[in-house]
């Protein structure tokens, strides 16, 4: 950063130097003073005398500090011997500038967006401008000198990349390669002709003696200038496009071409550059070749570049399970080295970082946990948004510096004239070629938003910025030039494309969210369109991209994946979980108050589980904005999306508050779920249990954290069964069906078992156990007073509890009514559990649990139970009638709810019982079960732990730890 | 390798695809010669063995149902009306497609039919509804072996429900189109036939 003087950091600091020396003054601290004498006063002298002489200021400032510095250590010496403070300006001088004009750029978008009329009639990027030509007149008229201009390292080597990156990495992949053939086009052969044409124009008016005598250019330095001023700039692009909202195909293909015709639009400047260095003479066929050769050379050495580190990248990702908080920092990193590498090689680092965003975004996102999949978002978002401001801002000032300009009108307009023209021609030119090959021809009108988005920016500038002035004598003129040009078209075609395409009734993006329908109905339209082509006999798109998936899916994923991302990996499912989420924010949005039917929550556990959040993660916190990260439904539009940040907002404050509400929701999830989803259910439950838990202390949480814990003490078991099937190489799903009906978490186990839960198993289990224990001694007391409501687990094995009464149960019920059917859902569950663990436990004949256990009649199990589910449901539903009809209907054990007559109940009975008959009579399987009860289960300290709570807790000890007694003393 | 196709194909039969399905006379030579070169039996007709000899088909996950859909109903063989009449559900939609008064039927590669077609893939049981069992079928071999049973089967009752309308659980053709109608079908249900 230069020296100095600017107005608002130097406003800044006078402001605190006068209050500072006002407190000092009244205070009558001497030292202070002094000290502030010494060494704030030049500053402050210099910062008062800007306006009387400012020439004299500029020239002796550096010097005057540095006098000042040295004196104050003098002096410091010599009296006060000590300095408490001490002024160092020039120390911090640098990166003080930076965050200050930072901070004022965002400012400026705070401002800008105070009116939100503006904004949606200006781009932002014009206003930047704006600002910038405003804070550079203040700046030259306060310092008589143009200050903080754009510098070119400064900006390809810091502000470029994260807009780039960011326009990778979220690049809509599949968008961009369906139009991979024209985006090239354009980018490739679009840029050449507006290159040449452009220059060879420019010099032909030059020729015919139209522009300024003074402008000393020969056809070289034209063609230099050309290939400078043609590229379309991915930042203005960007910045324009993402508030026009035109449809994606054409957004993709000028934005693909933006970030693409970078390579060629460096190699040319390269080329000319160097040719205009060596003297048109001196050139020799030879060196035209080179320059050919290079185009290739520099763009697709770039694209390898980005490719190897994206490849580097999702291996790295691969392996970061246990330091997920640097997760985030591994993707910037290595993208920005894949950026000075390229930078380093003199390939083109655009289409680096382009292509190692784009290539490594699969892989990465899902090897990474999601809350570093936010951060990395967001980082890049941000970086991308304060670069971007940055650069228009910086765009601006620069613009005020008349010292580099030379105006010529005639240069100046033919410029302007020729670059709209060459690219509209260029444009039409190419639609019409790649109108033959494609299946949905570009028509007129996109035809005419791709000219007019044809924006330039700041790579122009900065290319232009670095032209020698020795060898291109008219250098004065083209920054004169491309400033205007960019000038023009950020602000001029910004400001008119939006009305523009409007008028042109342009097919806009309809922002609609995906639907699991289209996702799939699309999923089966590709294999019909790859198998249609295979019996045509014609390997086009389809095919090769047929070939790539399964080439990806065979190999590369399986390289580049952890094992638990890539088993679940799959689109439709993960379009499924979006959905899911997404309901649980209009879910939060509405207050709790589902009004469609369309809830199916029940996925939401193994939406949980299966983000790679890991076990430890979902213990240790409370939040549960984590899981429900936003993320997802964003669909992959690069860009600011302010939508995007409101909506997170919206989600952080909401989703707290329906997790309390939860209670009384969580039939909600009961919706549409198969027999075969009560797992699914149940795991939900308990995770949201596990997190109600910290905050209740009422009766009716002690009860569901009760079960919680008793769920957790399974799903231990479970985990642990799971850890060591998967360690024996047992096949996980056949563990699964062995166990599947009479147990309630295979679902969990099969998305649970992540391998980085199975590497720290051990500390999650212990932390769990703590959990547990601690819990479990704090409800017992109350579970003890709760003789009726514990009798929903009692009767099976103690008879005379048989039945509980309903009506006493329901009084005690403090969820009856709203939240009835949380604890019924429960109950169904865990009985569903209990026999067969209370079986086991009385064949076992665990002495600790003897006097409590009594072996379950089968029959006598489920009837008490059930009728009381139902009359508890039956209380909930006359309660709240509306939203609780749908969402029981398809639990099975609800099916009959609302009906009292016997059948449906016999018929409810034998649903719930058929499982566990067959269970009885399975006893290999059961057997088997118990077989895969892991070693480290006899963990002494577990059993003994258990034990102890055991005999503390009476009957309250529940089933499944039960079952883990028994399973420790097999 | 074209010439000796075309001229084993009578000009009037040429015409009349074109007629039917809007093949080019070019396109339908070349397809020919495809026809010809699939039909091992020489008979004129493919069989579903003849489809099923196409490597890239046997790997598809959907391949069998689509081979499926070129046999008319209870017949084994196809010919090549047949099979140009199936293939042209896939033309891309042309401008002098559209510009049909409505007496005419719409042609093969309307957008209705394009739908059509996905639809009966799904409908095994052809009775115009996608019943969940179907769905599950087809999502079974869509996705791979990583979802469960059970994810699959909360997947398809969420489709069923994001689609049902009438709530009979079944997702019917009506309600097909209508929870596509965002989607491109025009262009994703089309490929680029060379000329």
Known sequence: MPSARLCLPAATALLLLCALRALLASNGTSVLTELLEEAGISPLHQLTGIGSHPELQATSHPAEIQSAEDETGAQGHGIAGFEMVKWQWVHVQGPYLIAVWILVASLAKILFHLSSKVTTVVPESCLLIFLGLGLGGIVLAAAKKPEYQLDPDTFFLFLLPPIVLDSGYFMPSRLFFDNFGAILMYAVIGTLWNSFTTGTALWAVKLAGLMDPKVEADLLDFLLFGSLISAVDPVAVIAVFEEVHVNETLFIIVFGESLLNDAVTVVLYKVFNSFAGIGSENIQALDYVKGVGSIFVVSLGGTAVGIVFAFVLALISRFTKRVRIIEPLFVFLIVYLAHLTAEMVSLSSILAVTFCGLCCKKYVEANISQKSRTTVKYTMKTLASSSETIIFMLLGISAVDTSKWTWDTGLVLFTLLFTFAFRAIGVILQSWILNHFRLVPLDRIDQVVMTYGGLRGAVAFALVILLNEQTIKAKDYFVATTITVIFFTVIIQGLTIKPLVKWLKVKRSDHHKPTLNEELHERAFDHILAAVEDIVGHHGYHYWRDKWEHFDKKYLSQLLMRKSAYRIKDDIWDVYQKLNVRDAISFADQGGHMSSGKFTFASMPSRTSFSETSVTNLLRESGSAVCLDLQVIDTVRSGRDREDTVMHHVLRENLYKPRRRYQGNYSRHFIAQGEQERQEREVFQRNMRSRLESFKSTKHNVYSSKIKCRHKKEHKCQKRRNAEGTNGQVPNDKLQRNVSWHDTVPVFVEADSEDEEKDTATKVKEQEDDEGITFMARAANENLQERKFSGNFEYPQSPRIIPPSPTSAEKELPWKGDQGDLPACVSSETNKIVPIDLQYAWKQSTSSLESLVSPPGSDAVFQPRTSNFMLEERTSSAALPVPRHPIHFQFPCTAGEKSTDEDTMELIEQQELQPLMSAEGDSPSVGLVSTRWPAPFHRPSYVSALRSLVTSTQYNIKQPEKSGNIQTNL | ?195
Request: net charge negative; aromatic share 8%; with cysteine.
């Open chain 2, 1 to 195: 390798m074209g010439s000796r196709a075309s001229s084993l194909l009578r000009e009037e039969e040429i015409e009349e695809i074109k007629k039917e399905t809007g093949f080019s006379h070019s396109q339908i030579t070349r397809l020919y010669s495809r026809f010809t070169s699939l039909d091992k039996g020489e008979n004129g007709t493919l069989c579903r063995e003849d489809f099923q000899r196409i490597p890239e088909l046997a790997i598809n996950p959907l391949g069998d149902r689509i081979i499926n859909a070129f046999f008319p109903e209870s017949e084994d063989q196809v010919n090549f009306r047949g099979f140009m009449r199936t293939l042209a559900h896939f033309r891309p939609i042309e401008d002098s497609d559209k510009s049909k008064d409505p007496l005419v039927p719409e042609p093969l590669n309307s957008r209705n039919n394009k739908l059509l077609f996905a639809f009966r893939l799904y409908d095994l049981d052809k009775d115009d509804k996608i019943s969940r069992e179907e769905l599950l079928q087809v999502l079974r071999m869509m996705v791979g072996v990583n979802i469960s049973e059970e994810q699959l089967g909360s997947i398809a009752d969420r489709t069923i429900q994001e689609a049902d309308q009438n709530g009979d659980l079944t997702i019917s053709f009506t309600e097909f189109q209508k929870v596509l109608e965002k989607v491109d079908v025009e262009q994703k249900m089309s490929i680029r036939f060379l000329h």
